[in-house]
């Protein structure tokens, strides 16, 4: 006998399925992030909307009622790294989830120097051949809190990586896959293409 409970989705998806510039912009964070499949951004998405929804509701309350849910919301969000000490809720509702996507473990590996690329690190997690103060983790989704993010390292035999490329600057290369130019930096200008004229053959008028 299977099991009774019903199961719920863990995420949500959005009302309109082919809005282009959503596909667009999903697909640029699934590739630049290293996620094998768009489920995985849904659910950090359905999390990350659940949280402002609190955020939002605490803001109705009366003040002894809300500094106390305050505290618990807070608090799990400050465990992760999301947030300061001193944020407040409207901190809480502008966060976004590039954020928290780089709290992942297979993102942290790859910020650590552990891979050259996103898949290489998702690929040396699944293996098993990462670990958080020697314990072995093998899910790239893990969200690694504050205390163990400095804990990370190779389980037991560390792998041989060749460090010859150069270091890439992940928020410069995603800010420009989106349009945005970074602050700072002055967009080059356009050469225009000169119209080759047709030649005429000799004997032509």
């Known amino acids: 006998m299977g099991e009774p409970r019903k199961k719920r989705k863990q995420y949500e998806i ?10 667009e912009k999903e697909r640029k964070v699934v590739d630049f992030y290293g996620l094998k499949n768009k489920r995985e951004l849904r659910k950090i998405e359905t999390w990350l909307k659940y949280k ?5 509701g605490l803001l109705a309350l009366s003040l002894e009622k809300r500094m106390q849910r305050q505290s618990e919301l807070m608090s799990g969000l400050r ?3 999301l947030i300061s000490a001193t944020a407040t809720l409207d901190d809480v509702l502008g966060l976004k989830i590039e954020e928290f996507l780089e709290k992942r473990l297979q993102t942290l590996v790859l910020r650590k120097g552990f891979a050259n690329t996103t898949k290489q690190a998702r690929q040396f997690v699944v293996h098993g051949h990462i670990a958080i103060a020697g314990k072995r983790v093998s899910t790239p989704s893990y969200v690694v809190p504050v205390s163990e993010a400095s804990q990370i390292g190779w389980y037991r035999k560390p792998m041989k990586i060749e460090s010859t490329a150069p270091k890439r600057d992940l928020k410069k290369e995603f800010e420009e896959s989106s349009g945005e130019i970074v602050e700072g930096q002055k967009a080059e200008p356009q050469i225009e293409e000169k119209i080759a004229q047709p030649q005429v053959e000799k004997g032509e008028k």
């Not at 959005?14 to 596909?23: C, E, G, I, Q, S």
């Not at 402002?52 to 939002?56: G, L, P, S």
């Open 52 to 56: 402002k929804q609190n955020a939002k």
């Open 14 to 23: 959005p009302r309109k399925h082919w809005d282009k510039a959503l596909l």
């Open 79 to 81: 465990r992760i790294g």
